[in-house]
């Protein structure tokens, strides 16, 4: 069966990342991830062992689609004239 190269597959979209990838992906050192998961915030992640960790990359972008922030402009200016 030939894939549709249009379309990825739902294997490919949810792939499992290590924590450097998952970092790389959310633009902070692999030590953050780490912080956030002792502190319990930050992605879901599956613990698969004491020292193995994944993230699904849909989680990934879940989290970082739930941060986004869209600035509104102001009425009130910083500074009044």
């Known amino acids: 069966m030939i894939s549709n190269p249009q379309k990825p597959c ?7 990342l290590s924590t ?8 902070v ?3 953050t991830l780490r912080d956030w998961k002792c ?16 993230y699904s990359e849909a989680d990934i972008r879940q989290y970082a ?11 009130v200016g910083r500074f009044r004239n």
Not at 10 to 16: A, D, K, L, Q, W
Not at 65 to 75: E, F, G, H, I, L
């Open 10 to 16: 739902r294997t490919c979209m949810n792939r499992s």
């Open 20 to 27: 450097v990838e998952a970092a790389e992906m959310l633009g």
């Open 29 to 31: 050192a692999p030590a």
């Open 39 to 54: 502190q319990r915030t930050g992605p879901p992640y599956i613990q698969i062992s004491t020292r193995c960790v994944r």
């Open 65 to 75: 689609a739930d941060r986004r922030v869209v600035p509104t402009v102001r009425s």
